[in-house]
C-alpha cells in the first residue's frame, strides 16, 4: 500500500506487490467491511466498533459489534454483538457496560452487554422508533432523538385518527416541503430522557426541548455528535435550528441547554449569533462547553472555529480564531486540557491537539484522512482511511503509532494498488493549486484520462477512501485518474473557499483547464489526447459547463446529479441558503443575472460531446428533472447520450448492486469513447 508524501513526490509502496497482484474491482469494493463509531473503555483497555457486512442478496449492509483487548499484544478483534439477521450499532461505553441500538425482534431498542461480554439485555420498551442515543456519563439516564409531532411531552406516538374518505395529497403552507429524500411529515427529530436503572430504562421518557420547533440533531445528517451530557448528568446540550417560514433560507443552527429532567425550558447559549453554532462538547471536569461556529448566516461552508464557554462564568473565547482552518469534529481529552479535533489542511485530514488555556495547536497525525476518533489518557485511537486503503483503527501514543486492525486484510491481500502522486501548479487568479495523479499498476505506455471533477463546491479531492467515486476503482480500470483542487474547495484557508461565490463557471473552469494542461505536462504516462471528464453534484454542473464551454477537450463526459439549468434549480432545491448564497445571497427573482452568468443551459448550442446522465429520483437536493433535462437537451441535438435513472437513490447512490451497475454504466461508457471498450 502507499501513502501520501510532499508535493510533486511519487507515493512510495511499503508492501510489495502480491505474487498474484490483480487489479480492484468495484465487487471488491462493494463487498468491503467497514468500521465506525469507535468507543474505548475509560481504563483503556477495550476497543469497541460497530462493523458494516454487506448482504449483496438483501441489498443492503448489515452491522455487528467488535471488539479488541488494547493491552493483549497481538490480540485479534472478536465479535461482542452479533446475532444473525439482527443489527448492533452505536456503541456506547458507560462504566462497565456496552449500551447499543439493536432491532432484535424486529423493531429499534436501546441494549446492554457487559464489557466484559455475556448476555445482552434490552433496556427500552418505549415504542415509534428512534433515531439515536446518548447515555449521561454518570450511568443513570439515556437521551433518545426520535421523530414525533412538535410539542410531544414524550415518545408514546401520539393517536391520529384517520378519516377513511380522505384522499392521499400532502398539503403545505410553507417552505422545506422536503429535505434530502423526505418530504415532510410534519414530524420534528426531538430530544427525549429516560431514567436508566437497575432494570433497565422504562416508560416513554420525558421531552426536554420544550416549546422549541425544529429537528435535534439536524437533519439530513445531524447524529450524536450535536448532543451533548453535562459532566454531572443534569443538563443536556443540544443543536437545533428553529424552524418557521425562514428554515429554507436559514443556517442558524444553536446551542441549547435544557435540565434532563425537562423541568425548565431550554436556554439559547449562542443566541448571538446568527450563522451556525454546533458540535457541542463538553469537558470531563465539567467546567467547559466546546462548539464549533460559523460567521456569516446562510453560509454552510463558512470556517468554523473553535469556541469555549466557562458553564459557571459564562465567559466565551474563540479559541481558533487565528487559525485558517475549519474544524470539523471536536472531542475532549480525558484530562480536560486538550481538545482533539479535525481539520482538512491540503488534500489530508489530520487529528490537531488544541490547547485548551492558550488555544495552542499541534498537528498529530499526517497523511490521511481521520473519520473518527477518541482520545485515551496516553493519546488517541483513531479510524483512518486514505486514497489506497479503506478504515482502519490506529492508536497514537507520544510519538509512536501503531495499527490496531487490517479487517479488509483478506479480502485485499492480492490487490496491486495504484501509485498517487501529487502536483502543483499555477491556477486562476496566479494562485497555487493542488492535485494529484493516480498511476494504474503495472501499466506500461501511455492510459486513458479520467478527469474527476469534485462535488460541493466546497470540498476536496483529498487523500481518502471513498465508496460511490474511489479513484483507485478507476485506476484498477486502466484509467490514469486526474482531479485537481480547483478554486472553492476546502482545505487551503477560507479566502480559497470563499472565492467560489458568483464564480461558478469561472475561476474553477480555468483551474480545471490548466490543471489538466499542468497532468499531462508532467506524466508521460498520461493520454492527453483520450480523456474522458466526469463529476456528481457541482461535478455534475461542470459537466454541464464544460459541455459548452470546452466542448472539444474530451471523449466523453459523465454527468451525475448536475445542474442543468440554474434558474429551475434555485426554485425546485430544498436547502434554499445553499443556491442563494453562491449566487451573492439573492434568490433569482432579486439577481436573475447572477445565476444566467453561468447557467449551462444557455449554451446548448455549443454542446457536442458524448454524454452520460445519471440521476435518482429521490433527490431533492438537485432534482432529477436537471438530469431528464440535460438528456432531452442531448438527444435533441443528435449528441450520443445514455441516461441512468435509479429510482431509489438520493443525490448518492448508496446500495451495493445499484453501486455495481453505475460503476458498469460509467466505465462501460468511457470504454466506448476512450476505445478501451473490447
Not at 12 to 22: D, G, H, N, Q, T
Not at 239 to 262: K, Q, Y
Not at 383 to 395: G, Q
Not at 596 to 623: A, C, Q, S, Y
Amino acid at each position: 500500500m502507499k501513502a501520501f508524501l510532499s508535493a510533486a513526490t511519487a507515493l512510495v509502496a511499503i508492501a510489495a506487490a502480491p505474487a498474484s497482484a490483480r487489479q480492484l474491482t468495484i465487487d471488491d469494493v462493494t463487498m468491503l467491511s467497514r468500521v465506525a463509531a469507535p468507543a474505548v473503555s475509560k481504563d483503556g483497555r477495550w476497543l469497541v466498533w460497530q462493523q458494516r457486512e454487506t448482504d449483496l442478496a438483501a441489498n443492503r449492509g448489515r452491522f455487528d459489534l467488535w471488539r479488541l483487548d488494547l493491552t493483549r499484544k497481538g490480540a485479534a478483534p472478536e465479535k461482542l454483538a452479533a446475532e444473525a439477521d439482527v443489527n448492533e450499532t452505536s456503541p456506547q461505553i458507560v462504566g462497565d457496560a456496552v449500551y447499543f441500538q439493536s432491532d432484535k425482534g424486529g423493531d429499534d431498542a436501546i441494549w446492554a452487554i457487559p464489557l466484559a461480554g455475556g448476555e445482552a439485555r434490552r433496556l427500552t420498551g418505549f415504542q415509534g422508533g428512534f433515531g439515536g442515543f446518548k447515555v449521561a456519563p454518570t450511568g443513570d439516564r439515556i437521551a433518545v432523538w426520535a421523530d414525533r409531532k412538535p410539542g410531544a411531552p414524550s415518545l408514546a406516538p401520539a393517536m391520529v385518527k384517520k378519516d377513511p374518505n380522505a384522499g392521499s395529497g400532502r398539503t403545505y403552507d410553507q417552505l422545506f416541503v422536503r429535505h434530502w429524500d423526505t418530504w415532510s411529515t410534519g414530524d420534528r427529530s426531538q430530544l427525549f430522557v429516560l431514567p436508566l436503572g437497575a432494570d433497565g430504562a422504562s416508560g416513554d421518557g420525558v421531552a426536554v426541548v420544550g416549546g422549541l420547533v425544529g429537528d435535534t440533531p439536524s437533519k439530513p445528517f445531524g447524529g450524536g455528535e450535536e448532543i451533548a451530557w453535562s459532566a454531572d448528568g443534569r443538563t443536556i446540550y443540544f443543536t437545533l435550528r428553529e424552524a418557521g417560514r425562514i428554515e429554507a433560507t436559514s443556517t442558524n443552527l444553536d446551542i441549547f441547554a435544557a435540565p434532563a429532567d425537562g423541568s425548565a425550558a431550554p436556554v439559547n447559549l449562542t443566541k448571538a449569533n446568527a450563522a451556525t453554532d454546533t458540535l457541542p462538547a463538553v469537558s470531563p471536569d465539567g467546567k467547559w462547553l466546546a462548539w464549533a461556529a460559523m460567521k456569516r448566516p446562510t453560509y454552510e461552508a463558512d470556517r468554523q472555529v473553535l469556541m469555549l464557554r466557562n458553564l459557571a462564568t459564562g465567559e466565551v473565547r474563540a479559541l481558533t480564531e487565528g487559525w485558517d482552518r475549519s474544524v470539523g469534529s471536536i472531542d475532549w481529552a480525558p484530562d480536560s486540557k486538550r481538545i482533539l479535533v479535525t481539520a482538512q489542511d491540503t488534500q489530508e485530514n489530520p487529528v490537531w491537539s488544541v490547547d485548551a488555556a492558550s488555544g495552542k495547536i499541534t498537528r498529530l497525525t499526517q497523511e490521511g484522512n481521520v473519520s473518527a476518533l477518541v482520545p485515551t489518557a496516553k493519546g488517541v485511537i483513531y479510524a483512518m482511511n486514505s486514497l489506497v486503503a479503506p478504515d482502519d483503527f490506529y492508536r497514537l501514543e507520544g510519538k509512536r503509532t501503531d495499527r490496531l486492525t487490517s479487517v479488509n486484510a483478506a479480502r485485499l491481500k492480492d490487490i496491486d494498488w495504484p501509485g498517487v502522486t501529487r502536483f502543483t501548479f499555477k491556477g486562476a487568479n496566479d494562485d497555487t493549486v493542488w492535485g494529484y495523479a493516480v498511476r494504474p499498476a503495472g501499466s506500461t505506455g501511455r492510459v486513458p484520462i479520467a478527469y474527476m471533477v469534485h462535488g460541493g463546491p466546497q470540498g476536496s479531492s483529498n487523500n481518502s477512501w471513498s465508496y460511490r467515486w474511489n479513484p483507485a476503482l478507476f485506476a484498477g480500470a486502466g484509467y490514469g485518474l486526474v482531479a485537481v483542487d480547483f478554486h472553492g474547495s476546502t482545505g487551503y484557508g477560507q479566502a480559497f473557499t470563499d472565492s467560489i461565490q458568483n464564480n461558478w463557471g469561472g475561476w474553477p473552469l480555468e483551474d480545471l483547464q490548466k490543471g489538466l494542461a499542468a497532468a499531462t505536462a508532467k506524466f508521460d504516462w498520461l493520454d492527453g489526447d483520450n480523456a474522458c471528464a466526469l463529476g456528481a453534484s457541482y461535478g455534475g454542473y461542470m459537466m454541464n459547463w464544460i459541455a459548452g464551454q470546452w466542448p472539444d477537450r474530451f471523449k466523453c463526459l459523465v454527468q451525475h446529479d448536475g445542474v442543468f439549468d440554474a434558474r429551475a434549480m434555485a426554485y425546485e432545491t430544498e436547502e434554499l441558503w445553499f443556491d442563494e448564497w453562491e449566487h451573492g445571497q439573492k434568490a433569482y427573482f432579486e439577481d436573475p443575472a447572477a445565476y444566467e452568468r453561468w447557467n449551462p443551459v444557455n449554451h446548448v448550442d455549443k454542446w457536442k460531446t458524448p454524454m452520460l446522465v445519471i440521476t435518482g429520483e429521490r433527490d431533492f437536493r438537485i432534482p432529477y428533472t436537471q438530469g431528464l433535462a440535460s438528456f432531452t437537451a442531448l438527444q435533441r441535438r443528435n449528441i450520443p447520450s445514455r441516461l441512468v435513472v435509479f429510482p431509489d437513490e438520493n443525490h448518492w447512490v448508496l446500495k451495493a448492486k445499484n453501486s455495481r451497475q453505475w460503476y458498469g454504466e460509467v466505465l462501460g461508457w468511457m470504454d466506448r469513447w476512450t476505445g478501451k471498450a473490447k
